[in-house]
């Protein structure tokens, strides 16, 4: 698992929040749900995305934003529109005064708006669960990034819309898939860009020998990997090896795979509840449940048992 499947899987394990809203200006929505990613798409018309403390940005059609919380943003018809209604967080809408909102009602299946119809159509996806290993990820993104139909034409953003409105089984488990496959390529468009401030690791993957060595301690954490052993299965020199991942990932492979592991763990602590800290140590390449908790605690501050307790 790479670190961008990686941050699917608490939203998939979890059910990502998805809405269409239909709305006519004047209007403006103040995000403050915390959510630590949001996917904004627009359908028809245009909207303004503005981050907390940034400049705002205005949307055309079939355009993609990301937003990145927990800072609030807004959304509206013009940055300088007075906020109609606050989203806070569990999806709670209220006004500005802390009422219950009554000008934004359901109109639809997952549709919300002024009405069944109006200038303006959006989707929004919204994760709720952030972990460990998607901070990698999550911590190289901008506060808001926005992705131009004109720069980076998908289909993605259509399929969504015609599929969202539809009440049909397994029709949840469609739209959940869709969304992911929305993020995931808009996050490796914009990662794909010059200058857009990619992870070192993840630039490391075009490298042929160090990409390689990246997958191979990405997905087999439980492995004893040693760099002569990694070395070995890539296909080069332990001190080739070594010299060439340090330059390309900013670390060793094996402080890599440390905190690749610890973040794992930390994962499965709050994905399985239940499981045992002995069982998750064999998976995440530890001898022990001791072992891991020693290093687990070095790495956050706390036991496994008092990091599970408090998420």
Known sequence: MDPLAALLEGPRAHGAFLLRSVLTPPWSLRIEDRAPLTVVSVVRGEAWIVPEGGEGVLMGEGDV?????????????????????????????????GAHLTELTDVGVRTWGH?????????TGTYGMEGELSKRLLAALPAVLVLRAADWPTPLVELLAAEIGKDLPG?????????????IAALRAWFDRPGT???????????????????????????PWTVAKLAADVGVSRAALARRFAAAVGETPMAYLTGWRLALAADLLRQHP??????????????????????FKREFGVSPQHYRRDR
């Open 115 to 123: 009405g069944a119809d109006g200038p303006v159509v959006l989707l």
């Open 65 to 97: 934003a990301i937003a990145r919380g927990p800072d609030p943003y807004l959304v509206a018809d013009h940055p300088g529109t007075p906020p109609q209604a606050l989203i806070l967080p569990g999806q709670e809408c209220r006004t500005p005064d």
């Open 171 to 183: 029709q949840e488990a469609v739209l959940d898939r869709l969304l992911d496959l929305l993020l």
């Open 197 to 223: 401030g990619a992870p070192a690791w993840y630039r490391a993957h075009e490298d042929p020998v160090v990409g390689q060595a990246l997958r191979l301690l990405q997905h087999q954490p439980a492995e």
């Open 274 to 295: 239940d499981a045992t800290i002995a069982s998750l140590a064999r998976q995440v390449g530890y001898g022990s449940a001791f072992a891991l908790s020693a290093a």
